[in-house]
């Protein structure tokens, strides 16, 4: 099977030039995951279907949820779990245990009433997104972001705030970092980036950037720096 093409919207695994990427994305699924164990969880925004995967390998019960009809397909064909496609704003699922969706929050138009949704159906929900201060420093509230898959990017307090709206009280923000061996080499994303844009990529670089691994992760309590928001909330 074919990986799935990239997009700019989703990371998908074995490509060695996003492994940076996609390892900073299955590092939250990996912390979660034992929070899922015997759950029901519904994953909004599934994309190519390893994060869903890896929460079924952890002992929960698993539904992958994407718009994205090359994507679902995909998904369905690759990884034993029910696959459903359906609208982020009108969840097409009844109750379930948890919702989980990482790395979506910034490319919904409603998102407002997607977190509506998301209380309506779930007990507790986990959600990630790129941190807004470090992600896009200098970029104000409401700005759009010159990213051109992202509608809106987020603070910390945005999200608590947006979270206690939707009707959710009990609200954690944890933060993923660079661990160690990543931050010895703060300029480590703008190099991809440049590499990237220029399509050129030195050699020492990409064999770095393949060897990035979940281990090159860890979570923060630290709100301003963190690269990704993380939240817990019921």
């Known amino acids: 099977m074919s990986p799935l093409p990239l997009t700019g919207e989703r990371t998908v695994p074995g490509i060695a030039r996003e492994q940076y990427w996609f390892a900073r994305h299955e590092a939250v699924y990996e912390w979660l995951a034992p929070r ?11 994309g190519e279907g390893y994060g869903a995967d890896l929460l079924r390998q952890a002992g929960a019960r698993v539904v992958a949820l994407d718009y994205d009809e090359q994507a679902i397909t995909h ?14 704003a009108a969840l097409p699922v009844g109750r379930v245990d948890a919702l989980v969706s990482l790395q979506v929050i910034e490319h919904l138009w409603d998102l407002r009433g997607f977190l509506r949704e998301v209380r309506r159906v779930a007990d507790w929900t986990c959600l990630s997104t790129p941190n807004r201060l470090t992600f896009s420093p200098g970029l104000s509230r409401g700005r759009k972001p010159t990213n051109p898959f992202h509608v809106e990017e987020f603070d910390s307090e945005q999200l608590r705030d947006l979270l206690h709206d939707a009707g959710f009280r009990d609200v954690t923000i944890l933060g993923l970092q660079h661990g160690a061996r990543l931050a010895q080499r703060p300029a480590l994303i703008a190099e991809q980036i440049d590499a990237a844009l220029s399509g050129h990529w030195p050699a020492e670089l990409e064999t770095f950037v393949a060897g990035v691994t979940t281990a090159d992760f860890t979570m923060t309590a630290d709100l301003d720096t963190c690269l990704d928001l993380v939240v817990l909330a019921s």
């Not at 899922?36 to 599934?46: D, K, N, R, W």
Request: charged share 10%.
């Open 36 to 46: 899922c164990t015997g759950a029901t969880i519904l994953e909004a925004g599934s």
């Open 75 to 88: 998904s369905a064909r690759t990884y034993p779990l029910p696959h459903v496609r359906g609208n982020l």
